[in-house]
């Protein structure tokens, strides 16, 4: 079955240093991809998707880019801030497919 | 801004005691979801719906029940609560070929 595999947390960074959060698929066909953020004591909001491959989704300061070849779609920021602390979520959907698949969600501890 | 709203946001309540979770969006998305997000963070589906009298359980198995009366209303409910059931629940919504829209999640607690 479909599925997606998150690099363990916590990721711990200084601020204004490079983030990449490692993020791997496996499902039928083209699937859409996602990246979700969950602030503590909220839910999850959309941070950038992907459609299609070779598609770069950006949003924040964040971009992932969709790489059919090798199945991944890996979040990356240039210089992370404080406020970025938070639980990130890689996910997918299939197309005609109604439910998401999550990771397990990676934890970022951004220290001043 | 999503208009997808959860109550309540926090929730302890006594073993045995019946509870209804509520989910309500506004801006007509015919499918809707419940994820029950342990404290690992890991997100289970428990129920969906793709439209009015539309339910089906997800892929972790759950003792709640859900509705859908209304496009908006999306309610769970425990018909008797136990300490396993202490979890953070989320609600989402979306429509075909866009992305899920997530409410801030009700914490419950059972003691």
């Known amino acids: 079955g479909d599925s997606v595999t998150q690099m363990e947390g916590p990721v711990t960074l200084s601020e204004e240093a490079f983030l990449t959060i490692n993020c791997t698929y496996t499902?039928?066909?083209?699937?859409?991809l996602f990246w979700y953020v969950q602030y503590p004591g909220e839910g999850l909001q959309l941070l950038l998707k992907?459609?299609?491959?070779?598609d770069k989704g950006s949003n924040k300061g964040f971009e992932a880019t969709y790489r059919k070849e090798t199945t991944s779609f890996h979040l990356e920021k240039g210089s992370v801030q404080v406020s970025d602390s938070a639980v990130y979520f890689c996910?997918?959907?299939?197309?005609?497919?109604?439910?998401?698949?999550f990771g397990t969600g990676t934890r970022l501890l951004v220290s001043p | 801004e999503a208009d997808i709203y959860q109550t309540p946001r926090y929730l302890v309540i006594g073993t045995g005691k019946k509870i209804t979770l509520e989910c309500s969006q506004t801006?007509?998305?015919?499918?809707m979801y419940w994820y029950q997000q342990d404290p690992g963070m890991e997100l289970h589906l428990i129920h969906y719906?793709?439209?009015?009298?539309?339910?089906e359980k997800g892929d972790l198995s759950s003792e709640s029940t859900v509705s859908r009366i209304r496009t908006e209303h999306f309610p769970l409910t425990l018909e008797s609560a136990r300490p396993s059931h202490t979890s953070q629940y989320l609600c989402?919504?979306?429509?075909?070929?866009?992305?899920?829209?997530f409410g801030q999640g009700t914490r419950l607690t059972v003691v």
């Open positions: 989402a919504s979306r429509l075909e070929g866009s992305e899920a829209f």
């Open positions: 499902a039928t066909g083209y699937p859409s």
């Open positions: 992907a459609t299609k491959a070779d």
């Open positions: 996910a997918l959907r299939r197309t005609g497919f109604q439910k998401l698949v």
């Open positions: 801006m007509g998305h015919d499918k």
């Open positions: 719906s793709y439209g009015v009298n539309s339910t």
